[in-house]
């Protein structure tokens, strides 16, 4: 195991602990046209579970991964397997109505019911355990927000307590409990199911990114290389959507960024899976390691691009921990990315009426273990023409004016901003005063330019426009990543596209 110890002058390993405890088999690229029933984009826990499915009920299946698999947002998750998604009931009745909101609650304990199922019948091995789930506040608005989430929990007929205090040692002025949820290890399942996953014939392809789609007589999966994938139907499980000029994504799903520290300490762990209502929001769980407990200590969200000083993310956390925990040790720090929708609930189903063969999933909201699974099972009734209550919940065309009008207008604005602030900004360094494994941006002939230099002293420069819609990328010091602040892609030092919706690198300049 790589995690080390952390002090003021060195972060600790930042890939996560579920990555550096489980080795996942490696796969070609794709280097030929192809012919399947249905073509997976992504391989995360989305598209692993519905290639999973699909290949059951005995469909060819192709699955292309633009990189690694598990190595985006499932790769870097906390693992809760939950119904309890912050204070959503109340706002979903609020919003839509008490059918709706029970909807999604079912939705959710079904997914969950499954995943526990298949952990159970093929016996993995993946420090899976029931935990209550708690939400919590230490203010008084925190405990407003709670009471209306306790009566929306009631009108729901979900089974909660109400509590004044939580098993673990931290101020609390109110709780809300919900019984009988899951956590696991998420890379531990989904390594064992890939084994499954090929034994049914399933085609996985890594270091393949999908760039298009071609309207033939079924749709045909373009990929950055030349090459086809031709199918009856695609499944888009690559977090952001790669056909995101159909359907507009870009102007719909709101990515943010947060972090998580995994801490040792002498403190024994009471049992159970939190999350705050507060700000900033704290999460919190442990997982079982070879060396005892590790605590899981999550929060600092920000939208992508505009986190400022992102170790500071991390500092806050292990404050936090030493503070509340007594922690004497940080062996990892990681992040990651997510979205929201206009209205929060995912979307999920095929495209838009009129191009009914390309099924989107994407917008869990921080919540993907548990929301994956469902709509692994939502699509495999899809594909199949099998009628889905859930489906109209979900779909990817819909618009409710009420709950959405505001979000549409609210998020267009700040990313039309950060465009304009990028365009202006002036600010600029000296190549010189740039220190190893960092970068800044320097004025060269005029253009904002993103300098890094890496740890042999080597500068590498990038132009900072970003090539999804031209707003300006930001650096991520943490991360060593450049993060564009108005639609959330990111790239590499050198300028590679490490999560969309951007498909083309930034180009690099000359450092002659």
């Not at 045909?220 to 199918?231: D, K, L, M, P, S």
């Not at 604005?413 to 600010?427: F, P």
Request: hydrophobic letters at 35%; a negative charge; charged letters at 25%.
């Amino acid at each position: 195991m790589k995690g080390k110890k952390a002090d003021s002058h060195t972060m600790p390993n930042t890939e996560s602990y579920w990555r550096d405890t489980v080795q996942i088999p490696s796969f070609p690229k794709l280097e030929e046209d192809l012919d399947v029933d249905v073509g997976i984009v992504g391989g995360g826990i989305t598209g692993i579970l519905s290639a999973y499915l699909l290949a059951e009920e005995g469909y060819t299946v192709a699955l292309l991964e633009a990189e690694s698999l598990l190595n985006g947002t499932t790769g870097n998750t906390t693992a809760k397997v939950t119904a309890q998604h912050g204070l959503i009931y109340d706002e979903l009745i609020k919003h839509f109505d008490p059918a709706t909101a029970s909807a999604y609650y079912q939705f959710n304990m079904q997914a969950m019911e499954w995943i526990k199922q298949i952990i159970e019948q093929k016996q993995i091995s993946c420090d899976f355990s029931e935990e209550d789930a708690y939400l919590f506040t230490n203010s008084g608005e925190g405990v407003k927000f709670l009471m209306d989430e306790k009566n929306a929990y009631k009108q729901l007929g979900i089974n909660h307590d109400y509590l004044e205090k939580v098993p673990l040692n931290i101020p609390v002025k109110a709780a809300l409990r919900m019984d009988r949820q899951y956590q696991f290890h998420p890379l531990k399942f989904l390594a064992r199911l890939l084994e499954d996953v090929q034994a049914l014939g399933v085609q996985i392809f890594e270091n393949t990114m999908a760039t298009g789609v071609e309207n033939l007589e079924y749709p045909a999966i373009q990929t950055r290389e030349g090459h086809q994938v031709r199918c009856q139907k695609i499944v888009e499980a690559s977090h952001f959507p790669f056909t995101d000029a159909r359907g507009g994504f870009s102007t719909r799903l709101y990515p943010e960024r947060s972090y998580v520290t995994a801490v040792r300490t002498k403190a024994a762990y009471p049992g159970g899976m939190y999350a705050s209502v507060d700000s900033p929001m704290r999460s919190i769980r442990a997982v079982p390691n070879q060396d005892g407990m590790l605590w899981l200590i999550g929060g600092e969200s920000h939208k992508t691009g505009q986190g400022g000083e992102t170790e500071k993310r991390y500092k806050s956390l292990i404050d936090y921990a030493r503070e509340h925990f007594s922690a004497e040790e940080v062996p990892y720090c990681w992040s990651s990315q997510d979205l929201t929708t206009l209205d929060k609930l995912p979307y999920i189903g095929p495209l838009s009426a009129t191009q009914p063969n390309i099924l989107v999933v994407t917008g869990f909201r921080k919540w993907g273990m548990t929301l994956a699974a469902g709509a692994a099972l939502l699509i495999t009734d899809m594909v199949s023409g099998k009628k889905n209550r859930f489906q109209k919940m979900f779909a990817p065309d819909r618009f409710h004016p009420a709950t959405q009008l505001k979000a549409f207008g609210e998020y267009n604005a700040d990313s039309l901003k950060e465009l304009v602030k990028g365009k202006l900004d002036k600010n600029s360094t000296d190549i010189e005063n740039i220190p190893a494994t960092q970068a800044g941006i320097v004025r060269i002939k005029g253009e904002r330019t993103g300098v890094y230099r890496d740890h042999k002293g080597t500068v590498h420069m990038i132009d900072t426009t970003c090539t999804h819609l031209g707003c300006e990328v930001n650096w991520n010091q943490a991360e060593k990543t450049w993060d564009c602040p108005c639609h959330g892609s990111r790239f590499s030092v050198t300028g590679e596209v490490l999560e969309g919706p951007a498909k083309k690198p930034l180009k690099q300049k000359d450092n002659r």
